[in-house]
């Protein structure tokens, strides 16, 4: 039920930390941030209009269908020769085992179970910047749905919780051999700095699911023909379903990688989200616009999610060097104003009030999460531009870069916590939206939704000490 202004609960700082995690929930935290959770605490969720709600709703059908229809176009720039170049963006820079692991037979129905958007709050609705297949924030997303939801609020999630509706997802995709699968989420040390929220969420579902843990790589056996770890008495408890934590650019740093490739090719464990590098590539943002493959998108998407992602997605561009023909241009068109342009080298001329551009990494490179990569044109002086525009041509061949129109968020009024006094401050800020969705039985759910609101003088919004994190609610507050 929606709620308006004169219902929210009215609640202090005291009473949010008294119900959230007594234990920091990402990396190494600051004393002075309040509750250890290392960012700014809210007295309220974000609030969502019923539009923005059923949209969001929506998206999650979208682009899972959107993963569905990557996979068939990859399959398709396979074997037929006129769509080879597809191939050659998608196996960029990847070694030649793991793309031949990706195209076995036994994981062609199999796609990320967990899809994360990051969607930017704008004036005229949200934009979508890039599609996360490994997502961090599970544990924050659960831990503050438990907290505000503990505190009166009627959120946006799942109606048993994250963590259930976590669970529930992992066991409805498994195999069905055994009624009570051991799972095991994998955290390599390149992803350690969710090690904690993971852990919370974990330790969260033991509590009516007892089969789960969360595992270094190297903690990995092979035993009889079945993937395992030594319990604390030193027995060993094989796993049957293992959630994918770590990146697949970092495999050759993955302790007993061999061992997972092995029992997952084998039959001995189900994983996702699955070893294939195609569908964690931002690139394919830029192919949707792509006018030449706008039939094959219409014939798998349908014309209402084909329609959304063409709504949802900045106009985007993979960054290659290569020089065109005389005769031809980029496409979709680049023009900044009325001037057409014909070749990416020309980017370069571009002035700082035309270069509202975003150049990042498409995947498959360290460089490709966490907003690490991202260089915004206006804000470069002309020397950084041209760097960040040599970097991106350099890399083409073993890391594409995506150009994408930059996407202004909407400046709106925000409340949070001061951390020392307790009392509630104003500010004005941005808001990036990560709903999570989880895939079951075929279906994508909308499970949770978590709000980041940063000072509006931030322009990459992340989690960050200064920003504020929270979930989301429906409200007629508009």
């Not at 997802?169 to 069905?176: E, K, S, T, V, Y």
Request: hydrophobic share 40%; glycine share 6%; with cysteine.
């Amino acid at each position: 039920m929606n709620q308006t202004c004169q219902n929210f609960p009215q609640i202090t700082l005291g009473q949010l930390q008294n119900v959230l995690p007594e234990t920091p929930l990402y990396g190494q935290v600051e004393p002075e941030i309040s509750s250890l959770v290392g960012w700014q605490l809210s007295p309220s969720p974000y609030p969502l209009t019923t539009s923005q709600v059923e949209t969001l709703h929506e998206i999650g059908f979208a682009l899972f269908s959107l993963f569905k229809a990557t996979d068939s176009l990859y399959k398709a720039s396979l074997k037929e020769e006129a769509m080879g170049w597809i191939q050659q963006l998608f196996n960029a820079g990847k070694p030649p085992e793991l793309i031949r692991y990706a195209q076995m037979n036994r994981f062609k129905n199999q796609f990320p179970l967990v899809i994360r958007p990051d969607l930017l709050v704008t004036e005229t609705g949200f934009s979508l910047c890039e599609v996360d297949a490994v997502p961090g924030g599970l544990g924050f997303t659960g831990a503050l749905q438990q907290a505000y939801s503990a505190l009166g609020f009627d959120l946006l999630a799942a109606p048993e919780g994250l963590p259930k509706a976590f669970l529930e997802m992992l066991l409805r995709n498994a195999p069905q051999e055994q009624k009570e699968p051991m799972i095991a989420l994998v955290v390599s040390d390149e992803a350690s700095d969710y090690r904690l929220e993971l852990q919370w969420l974990v330790n969260h579902i033991q509590t009516f699911y007892p089969k789960i843990t969360l595992i270094h790589p190297k903690e990995l056996l092979l035993e009889r023909q079945q993937l395992g770890y030594l319990d604390q008495r030193g027995q060993f408890v094989s796993i049957q379903i293992l959630y994918r934590f770590f990146e697949l650019f970092d495999l050759p740093n993955i302790p007993q990688i061999e061992l997972i490739q092995y029992a997952v090719k084998k039959g001995l464990v189900y994983c996702t989200p699955p070893f294939k590098p195609h569908l964690e590539e931002k690139l394919v943002l830029a192919l949707v616009h792509y006018p030449f493959l706008e039939d094959f998108w219409r014939s798998q998407l349908g014309e209402a999610h084909f329609s959304l992602l063409k709504t949802l997605i900045p106009e985007s561009w993979v960054l290659d060097p290569a020089p065109l023909p005389p005769m031809s241009q980029v496409t979709p068109p680049l023009v900044f104003q009325d001037k057409m342009i014909r070749d990416f080298s020309q980017l370069s001329t571009l002035t700082q009030k035309q270069r509202e551009l975003v150049i990042k990494p498409s995947g498959f490179s360290p460089l490709a999460w966490g907003s690490r990569g991202v260089s915004i044109g206006h804000d470069l002086s002309q020397v950084n531009w041209q760097e960040a525009l040599d970097n991106a041509f350099s890399s083409f061949h073993h890391t594409p870069y995506l150009l994408q129109r930059f996407k202004n968020t909407k400046v709106e009024p925000y409340t949070f916590f001061n951390s020392v006094s307790g009392q509630i401050e104003s500010a004005e800020g941005r808001t990036r939206l990560c709903p999570y969705y989880f895939v079951t039985e075929g279906t994508p759910r909308l499970s949770g939704v978590l709000a980041t609101t940063c000072p509006k003088n931030k322009k990459i919004i992340h989690g960050m000490r200064e920003g504020v994190m929270r979930p989301a609610m429906p409200s007629d507050l508009f």
